[in-house]
Each structure stands twice: as C-alpha cells, then as structure tokens.
C-alpha cells in the first residue's frame, strides 16, 4: 500500500482507512447485568438507553451510502439485552427497510443470561447473528459474575440452550485468561456447545480494565501451538484466529498480494446511547481524555455518519493513530499479516496512538504466527513475504 509520509493529511486518511463503514457498533444501553473482573466498560452501572431518535439517524446514514454496500450493524453494549425484547425491536425498526433491501445486517454480542422465548423471536425476526461470550466450563469461567458476585456459568449455558432449541446459530468468543494453560480443556468445552465458531480473545488491557497482571508471550506461544494441535485433530471446528492466519496465507499463495495491500481499515464508528461517535476502537467510547476530547468524532443527532467520516482526518487521535500505522510498516516483521497494531490497544498500553508494538500485537498476532512457524519448522519469517501486521 502507498501511504504518505505526511499522515496529518486528508490524503493519508483516505489511503489508509476506507471512507465507508462496513461495521458500525451501536450501544443500545451502557447497563450489564454481569460484573465480570476483567470487563473495560466505565458505565456499566448506569441505565443510559438510546433513543429511536439516535437508531433513526444511524439509519438515514447508512442509508446515504453507496449502493451494493453492505453494512453490519452490531448491537453491543453494556449487555444490549439489558434494554428489554420490546425496546430494543423498536431501535431495530428503522433499519428495517435496509435490511430487507440486503444493505444492512444485524448481529449481536450477549452474555446469554437473559436470553428467553421472546429475544428469540426478536433475533429470527431480523436474522440477527449472535454471538455468546463465556470463557469455558464453570471454573474458567469463574471471573463472569453478577453484581451480588454469583457465578453466571449455568445462566449463560441456559440461555445458549434456548438458541439450540430454537435453531439459532451463534458463534462464540472466550477471553483467555486462565485457560491460557488450559487449550485442550477450553476447547473441548467450547466446541462441545455446537457454535458456528470460537473466538479467543487473550485478555488485554483496555478500557477501565488496567491494572490486571496480562499473559507473557512465552505462555501465548504455549497456547497457540496447544490449538493448532487440537485444531488438526478437529477440523470441522472453525477458530477464528487460525481461519484469520490461513486466509492470509492463502491469498498471498494465490497471487492475491495486490488485493491484501489494498485493503484498508475500517473506520468502525461506535455510537453510544447518547448519540455520541467515536472511530477506530469501541473501547474508546465512554472514556475520558481530555487531549483527544474524549475521542469525540461528533454525535449522530446533529451530521450524518458520512460527515463525521470525511471530517475523521483532522482528529488528533486518528492522526496519530496513521503515524502509528506508518512507524509499524516500517519496523514490524509482522506488518505483512497483522496490518498493524489496533488503536485501542496502543492507547490503552502506551498512552498515544503513534507507538508501535503492543503485548495484545505479541501474544494475540506475533506469537500466532511463531506458533505456526514452529510447528512447520520453518523461521516465522517465512510466512510473510516481506519485512513489513490486521485487525481483530
């Protein structure tokens, strides 16, 4: 990819981030009914819901852009359930028309505790693709807990059995905490619950959550080959991160090189129960700092998404974030297939968007590729074919 060196231009912007959204994150309320220990939200004590007025004008967004442009709308939150079956069909409704026409598609990420006969209805109603968050069996997952400290476990397992009774696909993502040293028992868990596929996420810091003690890439390396070995003896299971690495290397094997250096960063608004946008990272959203003014981009109620978007360049934190993107290109082995380190994670490790290399970039992308590379025997820098990282 040619990107300027002057990356505090318009120019730089438009080289490096794509100028529409193909993921936009909707908070439809900053509530969760679970206290789990390592969870980076700042206000999920606090009932804020949005309104059908912010859902509305999401929706006459997305209906500005191109045509043949599909987008995902994710409802997160928070837990996007804590809202309730009936307000939350009613944010939904203006997006309706979209989703008929095959331009916007709905999915949405759930603790799975609240899960009943009535959400059920709601996700067939608009095909909405679910994703579940639990972290294995009942004792790796023991940091998901309630507000009074009670362990989540059977309610989450409970509301997962509601969407196999019902037929609902959904995939699920684990943080990878303790079970770091535990692959073979995480993953049998998991796949035994019948998903579409498994996500890990090895814990970051993020968010509110700074303080927690994170996993050296010796164990991350460990865990790493530990899946691909029992990937292999089951192959029928799809992981994302594996599935993400293969896709890689594939396309550059099938001549694809030009179309993966094409690609180009999703500017992934968020917009929070408020109406208020911030771009690049979800995990920005709610937290305050005042020398990026609070990541603000703008608020949904008063310019539309793609002004927000064509303004993005002149934020200091985007800025910043393209001469991160720039310094990783010219310094990373792994630039090739990571496409460089993610901006939540350079703020929340580093303190500024302009650094390079994050713990998150080594256990959850380096050591992936150096697992690989050690079960092959080859020199991790084999599997990329030049000196120069994707997103998550």
């Avoid at 080959?225 to 594939?250: G, K, N, Q, T």
């Avoid at 990026?292 to 303004?311: C, K, V």
């Avoid at 991160?324 to 010219?330: Q, S, Y």
């Amino acid at each position: 990819m040619s990107t300027p060196r002057l990356t505090d231009s318009a120019e730089a912007y438009a080289a490096w981030i794509a100028p529409q959204a193909s993921l936009v994150v909707l908070q439809p309320t900053t509530l969760c009914n679970l206290d789990c220990s390592y969870c980076y939200l700042p206000f999920r004590r606090r009932r804020m819901e949005m309104s059908v007025e912010t859902a509305q004008a999401v929706a006459a967004s997305l209906a500005e852009q191109q045509l043949g442009h599909v987008t995902e709308v994710c409802w997160h939150g928070g837990e996007p359930l804590a809202i309730g079956p009936e307000k939350l069909a009613a944010l939904m409704a203006p997006f309706e028309e979209l989703r008929r026409a095959g331009r916007v598609r709905h999915s949405l990420q759930t603790n799975a505790t609240l899960i009943d006969h009535a959400w059920c209805d709601l996700f067939l109603k608009h095909d909405v693709a679910i994703g579940v968050s639990i972290d294995g069996p009942a004792d790796l997952n023991a940091e998901r807990v309630d507000w009074a400290g009670r362990p989540a476990f059977d309610r989450i397992v409970t509301g997962i059995g509601r969407l196999v009774e019902r037929k609902i696909r959904y995939s699920l993502i684990a943080v990878v905490g303790a079970g770091i040293d535990r692959a073979v028992d995480l993953l049998d868990f998991l796949a035994g619950l019948g998903p579409t596929s498994i996500g890990l996420n090895i814990e970051e810091l993020e968010g509110v959550n700074t303080s927690r003690s994170q996993p050296v890439p010796a164990r991350a390396r460990a865990f790493w080959e530990a899946v691909f070995a029992w990937s292999a003896d089951h192959r029928d299971v799809e992981i994302r991160e594996l599935d993400r690495l293969a896709y890689y290397l594939r396309t550059i094997r099938d001549g694809g090189r030009a179309s993966w250096e094409a690609h180009r960063y999703d500017p992934l608004p968020t917009v929070a129960a408020n109406g208020d946008v911030v771009l690049l990272s979800p995990e920005l959203a709610g937290i305050r700092d005042e020398r990026y003014s609070d990541f603000l981009a703008g608020n949904i109620l008063d310019e539309p998404l793609n002004e927000i978007l064509a303004g993005a360049w002149r934020l200091p934190y985007v800025s910043e974030f393209l001469d991160g993107l720039t310094a990783c290109r010219e310094t990373c082995s792994f630039f090739d297939f990571c496409r460089g380190a993610q901006a939540g994670n350079r703020y929340f490790e580093n303190g500024r968007f302009d650094t390079t290399e994050t713990n998150y970039c080594r256990t959850s992308k380096q050591e992936l590729v150096q697992a690989l590379a050690g079960i092959a025997q080859l020199p991790a820098a084999s599997t990329s074919t030049r000196s120069t990282e994707d997103e998550k």
